[in-house]
């Protein structure tokens, strides 16, 4: 175990400052090779102290919620690119305030609100998400392609033209995705939209570049752009990734609590949660990576399940396999636990908590607790 991390308190999220400084890096030096806009999806990452290192690479983000939206414009300092699955009365304007552009998931969204925008007396470019159906991800969790997708307008909605006052299009198919992956997606978008690619000043294409993974090639991703760029001349191009940014660049720590047997199944017990801390493990699922342990088997090694502290029975992961035997007290270090995680058990998206009241017997109703952006915004002081 790294020297540093002896005094850190048990359950942690551990971000690497240095780690994260080579991921902006290598992402900069594919926005300037390819002639791009990356910009980081707060729903990803919200670590606002750490916003003043993405301020000097020149990093702006982009928004899916007023609180992302608000967030981003306040420690970032520009305006967002915003994209959400519905705007309602209450934070159209909200969202008017803190964008530069807007992106709207549906035709009757765009037409209730973007005359608007046309009236608004500033500047706001306004796109369509697009769906072009293809199919990059297998988890229907992470899937916005998948069959009666509410995602994205599919092509036979559009007809020959596109709206007056649309400016740019978006698309985000991809999860944690390969350059190949975004080269089968482009030729679905030019084969279902290439009537409206040489009608918009911008393409949006979306998160879920993993550029910064070992095996990823950012070199097909810089040719693959600039070949599309070349055939579309008036085009901005735009990613918006979330997990690169912050890919392997921290942990979580927690400590053994107990170690339980039933069944000849031994369960070592920490003090942190799948469901309450890394809830992604049971949601797509996966199994994440502990430090100096395998996940599968090796000789002369001792098995065990992790099985978290709440008192859900579906909350552990197994098995993994350790080169000494675990006993109350020691480290267990979950790598990769910074992107994803950290927002999930804050406000997910920027999306608030319901409000909690009581409708008492009286008749009375009773707000107990409603939450705001100080909420948000001070969860992660």
């Given at each position: 175990?790294?020297?540093?991390?002896?005094?850190?308190?048990?359950?942690?999220?551990?971000?690497?400052?240095?780690?994260?400084?080579r991921?902006?890096?290598?992402?900069?030096h594919?926005?300037?090779?390819?002639?791009?806009?990356?910009?980081?999806a707060?729903?990803?990452?919200?670590?606002?102290?750490?916003?003043?290192?993405f301020?000097?690479?020149?990093f702006?983000?982009?928004?899916?919620?007023?609180?992302?939206?608000?967030?981003?414009?306040?420690?970032?300092?520009?305006?967002?690119?915003?994209?959400?699955?519905?705007?309602?009365?209450?934070n159209?304007?909200?969202?008017?305030?803190?964008?530069?552009?807007?992106?709207?998931?549906?035709?009757?969204?765009f037409?209730?609100?973007?005359?608007?925008?046309?009236?608004?007396g500033?500047?706001?470019?306004?796109?369509?998400?697009?769906?072009?159906?293809?199919?990059?991800?297998?988890?229907?969790?992470?899937?916005?392609?998948?069959?009666?997708?509410?995602?994205?307008?599919?092509?036979d909605?559009?007809g020959?033209s596109?709206?007056?006052?649309?400016e740019?299009?978006?698309?985000?198919?991809?999860?944690?995705?390969?350059?190949?992956?975004?080269?089968?997606?482009?030729s679905?978008?030019?084969?279902?939209?290439?009537?409206?690619?040489?009608?918009?000043?911008?393409?949006?294409?979306?998160?879920g570049?993993?550029?910064t993974?070992k095996?990823?090639?950012?070199?097909q991703?810089?040719?693959?752009?600039?070949s599309?760029?070349?055939?579309?001349?008036?085009l901005?191009?735009?990613?918006?990734?979330?997990?690169?940014?912050?890919?392997?660049?921290?942990?979580?720590?927690?400590?053994?609590v107990?170690?339980?047997?039933?069944?000849?199944?031994?369960?070592?017990?920490i003090?942190?949660?799948?469901?309450?801390?890394?809830?992604?493990?049971?949601?797509?699922?996966?199994?994440?990576?502990?430090?100096g342990?395998?996940?599968?088997?090796?000789?002369?090694?001792?098995?065990?399940?992790?099985?978290?502290?709440?008192?859900?029975?579906?909350?552990?992961?197994?098995?993994?396999?350790?080169?000494?035997?675990?006993?109350?007290?020691?480290?267990?270090?979950?790598?990769?636990?910074?992107?994803?995680?950290?927002?999930k058990?804050?406000?997910?998206?920027?999306?608030?908590?319901?409000?909690?009241?009581?409708?008492?017997?009286?008749?009375?109703?009773?707000?107990?607790?409603?939450f705001?952006?100080?909420?948000?915004?001070?969860?992660?002081?």
């Amino acid at each position: 175990m790294n020297h540093h991390y002896k005094n850190i308190p048990s359950p942690c999220y551990v971000l690497e400052e240095a780690l994260l400084r080579r991921n902006l890096s290598l992402i900069k030096h594919v926005s300037e090779c390819a002639g791009i806009e990356i910009i980081l999806a707060l729903k990803a990452f919200a670590l606002w102290k750490t916003f003043p290192i993405f301020k000097a690479y020149n990093f702006r983000s982009t928004a899916s919620s007023v609180h992302e939206a608000r967030l981003a414009f306040e420690e970032i300092g520009f305006p967002v690119h915003t994209c959400s699955p519905a705007y309602t009365e209450e934070n159209f304007p909200v969202f008017m305030a803190y964008s530069s552009h807007i992106t709207f998931n549906s035709l009757s969204q765009f037409h209730r609100f973007y005359p608007r925008i046309a009236n608004c007396g500033r500047q706001i470019s306004c796109g369509l998400r697009i769906n072009p159906e293809y199919q990059a991800v297998s988890t229907d969790l992470y899937n916005p392609c998948m069959p009666g997708s509410r995602l994205g307008i599919t092509s036979d909605k559009l007809g020959e033209s596109l709206p007056d006052g649309v400016e740019g299009l978006h698309f985000h198919t991809l999860c944690e995705s390969t350059a190949q992956d975004l080269e089968k997606t482009l030729s679905e978008v030019e084969k279902r939209f290439g009537r409206f690619l040489k009608q918009v000043k911008w393409l949006n294409m979306g998160g879920g570049h993993l550029m910064t993974r070992k095996d990823y090639d950012t070199v097909q991703l810089i040719s693959l752009i600039k070949s599309f760029q070349s055939r579309y001349t008036n085009l901005k191009i735009i990613l918006e990734p979330g997990s690169a940014f912050t890919w392997e660049t921290g942990c979580l720590l927690t400590t053994v609590v107990d170690i339980v047997e039933n069944n000849g199944i031994k369960t070592a017990i920490i003090d942190a949660s799948f469901s309450c801390h890394m809830p992604d493990c049971l949601e797509m699922p996966y199994k994440p990576v502990i430090r100096g342990a395998e996940n599968t088997f090796c000789k002369e090694s001792f098995k065990y399940r992790i099985g978290g502290c709440s008192c859900l029975s579906g909350d552990f992961i197994g098995d993994w396999f350790f080169h000494k035997q675990l006993k109350p007290g020691d480290k267990i270090i979950f790598e990769d636990m910074i992107h994803y995680t950290t927002v999930k058990t804050t406000m997910f998206n920027g999306i608030p908590h319901p409000s909690i009241a009581i409708l008492r017997t009286n008749g009375v109703f009773e707000v107990i607790r409603s939450f705001a952006y100080g909420d948000y915004k001070h969860r992660m002081d």
